[in-house]
């Protein structure tokens, strides 16, 4: 589900339910989470890199296991978003394929983005009848700027690699072909560097985000148990298994 | 004044004084803030679009109804002002010519700014001997970036329509022949999304820049009570009048 | 030490120790405050530029005067970062050649900062086993979008001149030839506007910035009690001297 490696002081957790384009359960949240402590905790590791196996990064919240009767996970999504914004040391994204949801919210809560050429990025919550999340409507006007963070959100709009990078949601783009090993040089360039001043710079960088962005994620929340079940979320969900388009202008004329 | 009309679930509203380049008197700031209310409350619009009527977007506060004995405005530019801080849908700028003061500041009180090719933004507050208006001394370091930022003030310096777009201050330059339905296209893309949670997106992007802002307008207010009749800005206005240079440098040695 | 000079309304501030590549010992920071205070109570005065004499800006605090018993300086590094925050004119950094450290972090304490094609910056805090300065745990992210602030920070990277401008961190480049001559001419029409307007406008960019900026700089400076002169620290100055690449991995397997 997570696979667990290190080149050097670089440890790299790849996400791995391929047939599931790595979208994320609880499961696989908690295995992340508690990826992500060990590396925390271990002296040998300087940076940290989140990947995806296979053609996809992650395909978002896995849908096909909502309203199922599992055991709540034991951090899940919101361990996870907590977990990011308290990190104490560099984490790096290497989105090599698809990123849907929390795929590019994750983006928010990490220090730096690498995206492979044939990456496609896309956060379709209004088109789902739902709001942001993971602290991305406060992340990506400061990544993206205001304007192009609107476009992004309200319009539910795809981004290719060169987009992410010409809008500042990643840091460069690099070819498919070999493209964790390219990430992994970079990696290894602030592994390079004094590991206890790194994170002394990580927390000063985060420190004076981390009020503002813990008041977004909790108004986001808020907001979520609004939209989740909402009229218009149900006409979503209801569209898409139906294959049709939304009609969400009969719901307004309800409303 | 003010035209409005809809396309779809977008509400247009155009600035309609062409023979003073839809300058805002406060007749005009009036007539659209009750546009922006009546849009507010229509279930039937979505998103709202600004434009101006004829070869201008604005060219500004009106000067020569200033000293006029008329009566006050109803809401004037500060409702207007918070109005914008306080709305509930997404609001496009379509800046289709010239956009002098409060037409370059309204650009970070929106959503999305648009530029026609032939636009062109000036804010010429300190060649005037004021100072920066409706939150543009918070908003324009947000979008532009602290140094372009400071330029673009500082020196009342002129953007082109591309200058616009790579500085932050606008998403996108369009044609001129076509704007307002290339804009009214983009406008449509929004406009199809599921409103509430639109309107959910939209609160949880402006909620943590709020209070900043209205403070930030606060402030320009104090600023604005002392510059405007200041020596400085007497001389600017006599020298426009005059058609001449303004002499700041005798003001200094009097000073 | 420094060297003054106006042309026109703009005072030149040249940090003139050629011979130690302009490095600032606790003397030339006091040089500095000086400079900047008698500008700022200078009517005559409406806009600075700093800049450095010869082929550098500045290489950054001189450490070959680290540890002498010199008397404490009366202003030093905290009392230059502390008037630039609070300082009421524009100030314009003309960044002509190398720029280490605080040659770097004073950019983000200005209102524009300029760089001849030459130029070259970098700000080695992780590379020495220290950390950010001067507020640039907040100012850098603000310029540079928080990713790239993050790669420059933790990779101790070298940015060209082009790279400065295309990441934020200066407005324009300009030719060697004829640097400085291109500069005054941007300062003067700074200078032009109305100087009162000037300071309000500045007053307005920086209030919203300041107390943040403030507290980066406390969190900052306690982080540096802990850095200088800790084990990674130390192994970075000895690897310095004796021209190897420091050795930070045998300390962690100790720590």
């Given at each position: 589900m997570l696979e667990i490696r290190d080149e050097g002081a670089v440890r790299v957790l790849t996400l791995a339910r391929e047939k599931a384009l790595n979208a994320f359960n609880g499961a696989l949240f908690d295995a992340l989470v508690e990826g992500l402590l060990q590396a925390q905790a271990d002296?040998?590791?300087a940076v940290v890199v989140i990947t995806g196996k296979g053609r996809a990064f992650t395909a978002g919240a896995?849908?096909?296991?909502?309203?199922?009767?599992t055991a709540p996970p034991k951090h899940g999504f919101a361990g996870a978003v907590d977990l990011l914004i308290n990190y104490q040391k560099p984490v790096i994204a290497a989105v090599n394929g698809i990123a849907i949801g929390v795929g590019g919210t994750i983006c928010g809560l990490v220090d730096i983005v690498y995206v492979a050429e044939s990456a496609r990025m896309r956060c379709p919550f209004t088109a789902l009848g739902i709001n942001p999340e993971a602290g991305s409507s406060l992340t990506f006007p400061q990544m993206m700027g205001p304007q192009r963070a609107a476009w992004f959100l309200y319009a539910a709009d795809t981004l290719s690699a060169r987009d992410c990078v010409e809008q500042g949601m990643a840091l460069e783009v690099l070819d498919d072909e070999g493209f964790i090993d390219a990430v992994l040089t970079r990696a290894a360039k602030l592994a390079a560097q004094a590991p206890a001043a790194l994170r002394e710079t990580k927390e000063l960088l985060w420190a004076p985000r981390r009020e503002a962005l813990r008041a977004a994620v909790a108004a986001e929340n808020v907001a979520l148990t609004r939209t989740i079940g909402s009229a218009e979320n149900r006409e979503a969900i209801a569209a898409f298994m139906e294959k049709r388009t939304p009609d969400f202008a009969s719901l307004r004329q309800q409303g």
């Open positions: 002296d040998n590791v896995d849908l096909t296991e909502m309203g199922q009767k």
